[in-house]
């Protein structure tokens, strides 16, 4: 946890990831019962950012400076110092679909994304948080360069995206807006994010 935080941290998840894919096609147990042409990535929040480079996005660190002239968060604080990473982020074209919800995206500008062509199914809370705002989410989805599925789900903040089971109904982190029903909306996510991973890596 040393790193959290830093911007460090969003060089070294995709490349994490990367090297995971690695393991599991190479020296894993599982390696024979894997097919290498049929990987996708979820991800939610930084995982969302993580699986967006992943598939070919490339983050824009200067560009992130409009945001972090109202953030106290410590990354932008690094930003604002202009001390951005001076190892470049990995991509990894074995992963063929995508699904991201309400994804870390602000630091993305309009041309991050010319080279991400896999399917993505986009996902995005109609109120984010301090770190994901609806409209960076909107943004990936006004500039992702193929066709793709964009989902805004209506009352609900970012957190809506996790589980909350119920030693943490306390949580302030499960607290839902009115006419949000999260365990309604977790069961229909799931059907639509089972489908679209069938569609693109199974029924293709």
């Known amino acids: 946890m040393s790193r959290s935080g830093d911007l460090a941290e969003f060089v070294e998840r995709p490349t994490d990831i990367k090297r995971l894919i690695d393991l599991m096609l190479g020296a894993s147990p599982a390696a024979s019962r894997l097919d290498p042409e049929r990987i996708g990535v979820?991800?939610?929040s930084a995982g969302g950012y993580t699986a967006l480079v992943l598939i070919g996005a490339?983050?824009?660190?200067?560009?992130?400076?409009?945001?972090c002239q109202h953030s106290s968060l410590g990354r932008c604080e690094?930003?604002?110092r202009k001390e951005f990473p001076a190892q470049p982020v990995v991509h990894?074209?074995?992963?063929?679909?995508?699904?991201?919800a309400d994804p870390g995206a602000v630091f993305f500008?309009?041309?991050?994304?010319?080279?991400?062509?896999?399917?993505?199914q986009l996902w995005a809370s109609e109120r984010g948080n301090t770190f994901v705002t609806p409209e960076s989410v909107a943004g990936v989805d006004r500039n992702l360069p193929a066709k793709h599925e964009?989902?805004?789900?209506?009352?609900?903040?970012?957190?809506g995206f996790a589980l909350c089971p119920a030693f943490l109904k306390d949580d302030p982190h499960c607290k839902d807006a009115p006419g949000f029903d999260r365990a309604t909306f977790h069961k229909e996510f799931n059907a639509d994010v089972l489908a679209f991973f069938r569609e693109h890596l199974i029924n293709r």
């Open 42 to 44: 979820f991800g939610v």
């Open 109 to 120: 500008s309009g041309a991050s994304f010319v080279a991400v062509t896999v399917p993505v």
């Open 58 to 67: 490339n983050p824009d660190w200067a560009g992130t400076s409009e945001f």
């Open 150 to 159: 964009y989902h805004v789900v209506p009352n609900t903040w970012h957190a």
């Open 92 to 100: 990894d074209p074995r992963i063929r679909a995508a699904v991201l």
């Open 78 to 80: 690094q930003i604002r």
